[in-house]
Every structure is written in structure tokens, then in C-alpha cells.
T-cell receptor, first 113, second 113 residues
Framework: GESVGLHLPTLSVQEGDNSIINCAYSNSASDYFIWYKQESGKGPQFIIDIRSNMDKRQGQRVTVLLNKTVKHLSLQIAATQPGDSAVYFC????????????FGAGTRLAVHP | NAGVTQTPKFRVLKTGQSMTLLCAQD?????MYWYRQDPGMGLRLIHY???????AKGEVPDGYNVSRLKKQNFLLGLESAAPSQTSVYFC????????????FGQGTRLTVV
């Protein structure tokens, strides 16, 4: 499910460490699961997606894992850099097409030197 | 290549006033969307369009209207603004084929007093 509130959960990591951001979803019928990054004052930016029939997908420095049994999605960022500091949202691409998105509440990633 | 452009970037309205937010995309995308983002929350879909001349309701459509008279433009209207509509509004576009990526504008910060 999605938590709603004024205070985003925050993950603090040291520069160079690996980061893992987690997300729980509720709709088993979603075709795709997607991660977006939102920097302060900007619109969300696509990072990576994973189709519902996959359990792992890798991109450049990022890996997304999907566990449909427990409805859990995670984003792993390798060698986290200061430029990775942002709010990260998981989103479901709803079944039925048209790329409509249902967003989770987000996690703030703070990278410390 | 400008991508998705929203105007205005900021606006303050009095309760009961009306206004229109404009979104323009230059990527020839078929799908366009309007989302709102409230503090500490993910984005919620207001309305969307799957092609010129078509519109449909999203999760939170009440109090808003939209029009897509031209493929590149998607307008969001507030007929009688309410304080509950204070939010940051994001427009996005997506191709009908070629993946799940949605491209977002920079957002419009609207305050209704």
C-alpha cells in the first residue's frame, strides 16, 4: 500500500555507499513498475522500469528488483553520489494502457560527503 | 528541444477565481496528463488525454476541466478555485508506443487564498 503524510521517510547514506530504496505496491494488475527521481523544484524524471513478468532489471548504476509475492519493489543505487540526492518515487503503470501512473509517497535520499 | 513546457510557473488566486494552466510538448506524443502534488505526497492524476480531442478523468478530477484541441497542447482549467486546490501541478506527456517513460514539465505552483 501507499503511506500518505507530510513527512517523507529519509534515507541517509555516505557518498560511495550503495543505497536501497523500498516501495510497497497494492495493485497486482499493473503491467509495469517504474522509478522516478525528483530534484527540488523540478518535475519527476524517469530512472528505470520493470515489467511485471520480470524480477530484476539493471541500468547504469541502478538495479530494480520486483517481488510480486509480497508486492515489493526496490531500487538499488551503486556508489551513491551527491547528485543522487533527491526524492525517489515508485509508480505503477496501471493495466489498461495509456501509461497512467499511480505514485507512491516517495523517499528522500540524502547523500553525505 | 524544449520537451514539456508549463505556463505559468507560479500563480496566486483568490477563492472563486478561475484560471487556465497551459502545457505544451514538442515531442509529438499522443498521451498527455495533468497531475497534482501535495506536500510529502506522490503525484495524483487529475485528467489525461490519449489523443487530440479526447480527455478522460483520473483519480482526482473534481473541480478541474481539461481540453486538448491541439495534439501539442493540454489545458487545465479551474472554474472556481478553492484553497484545497493549492498544490503544485505537473503536466506530462508520453508516446503511445516505445515504452513507459513519461516526460514531466517543471511544474506550476498554485496558491489559492
Amino acid at each position: 500500500g501507499e503511506s500518505v503524510g507530510l513527512h517523507l521517510p529519509t534515507l541517509s547514506v555516505q557518498e560511495g555507499d550503495n543505497s536501497i530504496i523500498n516501495c510497497a505496491y497494492s495493485n497486482s494488475a499493473s503491467d509495469y513498475f517504474i522509478w522516478y527521481k525528483q530534484e527540488s523544484g523540478k518535475g519527476p524524471q524517469f530512472i528505470i522500469d520493470i515489467r511485471s513478468n520480470m524480477d530484476k532489471r539493471q541500468g547504469q548504476r541502478v538495479t530494480v528488483l520486483l517481488n510480486k509475492t509480497v508486492k515489493h519493489l526496490s531500487l538499488q543505487i551503486a556508489a551513491t553520489q551527491p547528485g543522487d540526492s533527491a526524492v525517489y518515487f515508485c509508480a505503477e503503470n496501471t493495466a489498461g494502457g495509456y501509461n497512467k501512473l499511480i505514485f507512491g509517497a516517495g523517499t528522500r535520499l540524502a547523500v553525505h560527503p | 528541444n524544449a520537451g514539456v513546457t508549463q505556463t505559468p510557473k507560479f500563480r496566486v488566486l483568490k477563492t472563486g477565481q478561475s484560471m487556465t494552466l497551459l502545457c505544451a510538448q514538442d515531442m509529438n506524443h499522443e498521451y498527455m496528463y495533468w497531475y497534482r502534488q501535495d506536500p510529502g505526497m506522490g503525484l495524483r492524476l487529475i485528467h489525461y488525454s490519449v489523443g487530440e480531442g479526447t480527455t478522460a478523468k483520473g483519480e482526482v478530477p473534481d473541480g478541474y476541466n481539461v481540453s486538448r484541441l491541439k495534439k501539442q497542447n493540454f489545458l487545465l482549467g479551474l472554474e472556481s478555485a478553492a484553497p484545497s486546490q493549492t498544490s503544485v501541478y505537473f503536466c506530462a506527456s508520453s508516446p503511445a508506443r516505445g515504452g513507459t517513460e513519461a516526460f514531466f514539465g517543471q511544474g506550476t505552483r498554485l496558491t489559492v487564498v
